[in-house]
Each structure stands twice: as structure tokens, then as C-alpha cells.
């Protein structure tokens, strides 16, 4: 039997983080803290790169673009969706999630997913920093993580 972990450590790897700027007052703390984990957990700075969209809806594509590279272990999104009083958010939740994963099946890259799908902005604020956390910083984690693990199993293939 073989068992596989990754650990969050980002030393010698290379990130992208994509925000969104839609509801900047909360994709931006998401972004940092995306950013503050990477570093953390030995990240050089000049080795992540931040790329900021207007909203949600463009986050797949530009995922899509930077997986396309190969320059980077990981990526690691991050956005706002708050509910309004129409069925926008549901399509936008929908399609941006699902072209987040088929970003990453396409393109075989972890991608960390800090995309908020809130009912309120207090809601939003709780999750940038609040008092449920980071969910930047959680994405990032996860993204460092994966990338460890994928070297890993990309290891023992090899071995
Ligand atoms: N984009 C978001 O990131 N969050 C939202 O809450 C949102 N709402 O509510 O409309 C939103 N809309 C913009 C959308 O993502 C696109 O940027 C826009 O439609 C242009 O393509």
C-alpha cells in the first residue's frame, strides 16, 4: 500500500492568484490573504503573479489562459457573488464554478477556489476576514497542497 499527502509548501513554486474586481472591497481582501498564505508558506514574491478581471463570469477564462503556459504549479481564484434580486447570481455561481473545474481537468493545474456565493454582503465580510476566516488564504492553501501532492504522485510514477 502507498498513501499520498501533500503539505502546503509553496519553496520554489510558482502561483497565480485571479481576482475579480467585482465587490473589490472584498475580492481584495481575498486576494491578500490568498497572497499572505503563499508567502507564508515559502513562496518568493516574485514568483506568484496576481491577475485581476472585472467580475466572476471572466475568472474561468483568464484561469484558462494562465493554466495554458504551464508556467505556474498552481492558481488560485477568488471572487465575490452576492445574491441580488434576479437569477444573474445563480448563472454566474453556475458557470464560473464549472468553468473553474474544467479549467482545471483541461489543464491537469490545481486551482484553489476562493469564489464567495453569498446571500448578503455581511455574509461576504464574515468569509474576507472575519470571523469565518479567509477563504483566500483557505483557497491558497488548498492550491499549495495540491501542487505538492501532484510532484508527488508525478514522483512515484516515475519511480
Ligand atoms: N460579478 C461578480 O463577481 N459578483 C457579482 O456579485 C456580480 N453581480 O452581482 O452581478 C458580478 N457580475 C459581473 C459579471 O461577473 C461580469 O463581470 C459581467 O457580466 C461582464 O461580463
Given at each position: 500500500?502507498?498513501?499520498f499527502?501533500?503539505v502546503?509548501?509553496g ?6 492568484v ?5 465587490n473589490?472591497?472584498?475580492?481584495s481582501?481575498?486576494a491578500?490573504g490568498?497572497?499572505?498564505?503563499l508567502v507564508?508558506?515559502?513562496?518568493a514574491?516574485?514568483d506568484?503573479d ?8 471572466e ?7 494562465l493554466?495554458?503556459?504551464?508556467r505556474y ?7 465575490a ?5 434576479t ?7 453556475t458557470e ?8 482545471s481537468?483541461?489543464y ?9 456565493t453569498?446571500d ?7 468569509r474576507?476576514?472575519?470571523e ?9 492553501i ?5 501542487s505538492?501532492l501532484?510532484?508527488?504522485l ?5 519511480g
Amino acid at each position: 500500500m502507498a498513501e499520498f499527502n501533500g503539505v502546503p509548501n509553496g519553496e520554489g513554486r510558482r502561483y497565480a492568484v485571479v481576482a475579480s474586481r467585482f465587490n473589490n472591497n472584498i475580492t481584495s481582501a481575498l486576494a491578500d490573504g490568498a497572497m499572505d498564505a503563499l508567502v507564508r508558506h515559502g513562496c518568493a514574491s516574485e514568483d506568484i503573479d496576481v491577475v485581476w478581471v472585472p467580475g466572476a463570469w471572466e475568472l474561468p477564462f483568464a484561469a484558462r489562459r494562465l493554466a495554458a503556459t504551464e508556467r505556474y504549479n498552481a492558481l488560485v481564484v477568488v471572487g465575490a457573488v452576492i445574491r441580488g434580486g434576479t437569477p444573474h447570481f445563480d448563472y454566474i455561481c453556475t458557470e464560473t464554478s464549472r468553468g473553474l473545474s474544467l479549467a482545471s481537468s483541461d489543464y491537469d493545474i490545481p486551482i484553489g477556489f476562493g469564489l464567495l456565493t453569498c446571500d448578503t454582503m455581511e455574509q461576504a465580510e464574515e468569509r474576507a476576514g472575519g470571523e469565518h476566516g479567509n477563504k483566500g488564504w483557505d483557497a491558497a492553501i488548498a492550491a499549495l497542497e495540491m501542487s505538492d501532492l501532484f510532484e508527488r504522485l508525478d514522483g512515484a510514477d516515475e519511480g
